[in-house]
């Protein structure tokens, strides 16, 4: 009699743990960016001016006062990149025309046509990344910077850790479309208000797409629209 009670008792110790797996099964989709290149503020010091770097470089800015979005090309010989330090170190060099306050970056390097290299460095705020903001650093084959174009938020304030759970996100999205991985950002609006979202990569079907939904309040900013 006792064997059979500890036959039941493990029966249903693997039931709770298969149980426990499946319910997790979306949280383990959860992106998480850990590696990220920082400079402290105190670095931030320039020794040129915005007019002394537009001279020394010969530089050419196209801005958008509306988004913020800067495009900056020049005669940049003199400045080469290798990896994600070297692109940090860049930015520091231009930071008074870029505005960054604080140099706290995520790099993804990347390689495009005619030998291109492309330093995507995604703005950071409390080791979370800011939707749509940062800088693309494009270099040739020799690793000399061709241009910089993107765009800085300095005005986030929200706590980034105030989010609702990936099972909970769930709970929000319609069921037939399936949920292929999740990672915490911050949404920035153009009116400077920012708060914690999950950008999720969906796929209903053969089509694929994405859902930006607000962490805090559940509600849906953007979203795919699978009906065409």
Known sequence: ?????????????????????CGNKEEDKVIVRSQTVTVENSTLSNSYS???????YDLTLLKDEETGYIKMEGNFDDIQIQNDLDALTVLSQFQPILQIDRLTFACKI????????????TQMYQDVPVYQYGFRLLTDQDGVLISIDGRYA???SCRAE????????????NGDIEINSYELMIYRKDSGISFPMWYLDVSKGEKTGYILLNAVSRTILECTDFSE
Request: glycine share 0%; charged share 25%; proline share 2%.
């Open 110 to 121: 990347e390689s495009v046509e005619n030998d291109v290299t492309v330093y995507n460095m």
């Open 154 to 156: 300095r005005d986030i």
């Open 162 to 173: 105030n989010a609702i759970s990936p099972r909970e996100a769930r709970e929000v999205i």
């Open 1 to 21: 009699m006792s064997m059979n009670r500890f036959i039941i008792m493990v029966l249903l110790i693997s039931l709770l743990s298969l149980l426990t797996s």
């Open 50 to 56: 915005t007019d002394e770097l537009k001279e020394r």
